[in-house]
């Protein structure tokens, strides 16, 4: 077999490299840009104001699926927050490097692998059955913040633990306590990188569908009070496009709901940037 | 415990042992350090001068596996002892670190920020502390209209009196600084210098140095530091920094001190 030569090597080595990226861009493009040309043109004050019809048609707008959604995220988020920043700074300040430690570790990475679908028969099961909340936001809020707690522990973690040692062993020098340390040096120096884990939980959120379809009901109906059943954006989605004749409708949401998250990413990626700048600063 | 000895300095050192798990850091060290005075602790890399500074405001506490034996008393109070609070105890023995440390805050609430920890928070108030500390450190005129500013933006050497003042603000009675300017260009150095000699007529200050021409500049008593066989650091010789440098008395500081090794 004749050998290559290092000339063609390189060329098809580059090749290769330019057409993962090319394809990546692509699809990124194609995906983002069909959901945005085929969605934009329904897009209209009175879609985001008027409720949606049901029925085989479909048609109608999207209110009560954007008051269900924030219902959704704010309770959710009320709900992970003050526990996985709570994990966090266990995990980060006073957990013990042992074995129990490790195995709390481990319990966070192998439950954020954990597919949502599973989380969502969890839900049903405990949620709506047991303790009665029925298909309802709360039990959708419930179910999804056991599947945000993974992210939301590890990166606030992760921020907390990249706050130079020289900020706690000066803090404590200065006769701080541990907890004031924490509060006052470590939360306040790792806060872009834990507002950043709350945005990528509301992000996540935003975007889940399989475990609220188990948990949530489904009714596209204005929502009462956490008690009441509901649907998200993507959870309209989907029923549009399964269940009605309304293809349309289903784009349209689409691009509300990828417009959403771009704004999100984009917040989120400024605040971590912000971050990145502080923490080198600091050192 | 021994009877408050009045003619013993402000920190008595006794028969001090310090353990990191099995490795012992430091054996059988005795010291009196001076009230209002500059004690320099030198000694070759390794040999247990930062372990030392870190025992007396007992920073040592938060590394695991550190036990202390012996007694250090701080105006004839062991700081061992149970019934000490060792957050009362670093208000009144302040640390300045290697590396200049200000939190990524403004210059104002660095200084601040001892006080405001310690229950004070009248803006007032803590304005005449920031003014006040950072007089002290002689960075006033350098930074007065850039309190608002972060820290993060100051020289190096500014950002190292900037420690120096938050320090002050808590108005300890001791100082311990930890190799102060070893992150500083000359210039900066003989800056911290000229604050340190005019601090020690109201605070008692023990630095640690690598630099022996830094020790004998500013020091009133100096402290040789030197690892034994099993790397345990012992004092060799204790006493006034210009008998020490002129005329030691154990040959090792001689050595040292001319260079022979270190």
């Known amino acids: 077999m ?20 090319v394809i990546t861009v692509l699809i990124l ?21 008027t409720p949606p019809k049901g029925g085989l048609a479909g048609g109608g707008g999207i209110s009560t699926v954007i008051v269900s959604t924030l219902y959704l995220v704010g309770l959710t988020t009320v709900i992970v927050v003050p526990i996985g920043l709570g994990a966090a700074i266990y995990l980060a300040e006073y957990a013990p490097d042992n074995r129990i430690t490790r195995l709390i570790r481990y319990g966070v990475e192998i439950l954020a692998g954990v597919p949502s679908i599973v989380f969502g028969l969890f839900g049903f099961a405990l949620f709506v059955t047991v303790l ?5 936001i709360l039990s959708g809020a419930l179910t999804l913040a056991c599947l945000l707690l993974p992210t939301m522990i590890r990166t606030s973690e992760e921020a907390i633990k990249a706050v130079p040692y020289a900020h706690r062993e000066a803090a404590l020098a200065l006769g701080a306590t541990r907890w004031q340390v924490i509060s006052k040096v470590l939360l306040r120096t790792a806060l872009p990188g834990i507002v950043t884990a709350i945005i990528l939980c509301v992000g996540r959120a935003i975007e889940e569908t399989a475990c609220l379809y188990v948990t949530m009901g489904g009714c596209a109906a204005m929502p009462r009070s956490f008690l009441s059943c509901g649907r998200t954006l993507s959870l309209h989605i989907y029923y549009l496009a399964m269940d009605t004749r309304d293809f349309a409708g289903a784009m349209t949401t689409g691009a509300v709901l990828i417009m959403t998250i771009l704004v999100i990413n984009g917040i989120t990626n400024w605040l971590s940037a912000r971050f990145q700048r502080k923490m080198k600063g600091a050192t | 415990m021994a009877a408050y000895d009045s003619a013993a ?14 490795f012992q850091a430091l054996r059988n060290i005795s010291l009196e350090i001076p ?4 004690t320099a602790i030198i000694g070759p890399s390794g040999c247990g001068k930062s372990s030392f500074i870190r025992l007396l405001n007992r920073m040592n506490d938060i590394i695991n596996g550190a036990r202390v034996e012996g007694s250090i008393l701080l105006d004839g109070i062991n700081i061992y002892d149970k019934s000490v609070d060792v957050v009362d105890l670093r208000k009144r023995v302040g640390m300045v670190f290697q590396k200049p440390n200000p939190f990524p805050m403004s210059v104002f ?6 006080p405001r920890q310690h229950g004070r928070h009248n803006r007032m108030e803590l304005q005449e502390i920031v003014e006040k500390s950072l007089r002290q450190a002689a960075l006033w005129d350098e930074v007065k209209d850039k309190l608002g500013q972060s820290a993060l933006a100051l020289s190096g050497g500014q950002q190292q009196r900037l420690c120096i003042a938050r320090v002050l603000a808590v108005e300890p009675e001791v100082i311990l600084m930890d190799e102060p300017c070893s992150a500083l260009d000359p210039l900066a150095t003989l800056k911290i210098e000229d604050l340190m000699r005019n601090l020690a007529k109201q605070y008692t200050i023990v630095i640690v140095t690598h630099n022996m021409q830094q020790a004998a500049r500013v020091s009133d008593m100096a402290a040789f530091f030197m690892m034994e066989q099993d790397r ?15 005329n030691p008395k154990d040959k090792r500081t001689e050595d040292y001190i001319t260079g022979r090794f270190g």
């Open chain 1, 2 to 21: 004749p050998r290559i030569s290092p000339r063609a090597t390189q060329r098809i080595a580059m090749a290769c490299v330019w057409g993962g990226g």
């Open chain 1, 29 to 49: 493009v194609v995906v983002i840009g069909y959901v945005l040309v085929q969605g934009i043109p329904g897009l209209s004050l009175d879609f985001l104001l």
């Open chain 1, 132 to 136: 009665h909340f029925n298909f309802s």
């Open chain 2, 9 to 22: 300095g402000k920190i008595s050192v006794r028969n001090v042992n310090l353990y990191y798990g099995n």
């Open chain 2, 35 to 38: 009230t209002c005075a500059i």
């Open chain 2, 109 to 114: 609430d660095n200084i601040a920020f001892g």
């Open chain 2, 232 to 246: 345990a650091g012992v004092l060799v010789e204790y006493g006034p920094t210009s008998e020490l440098f002129t």
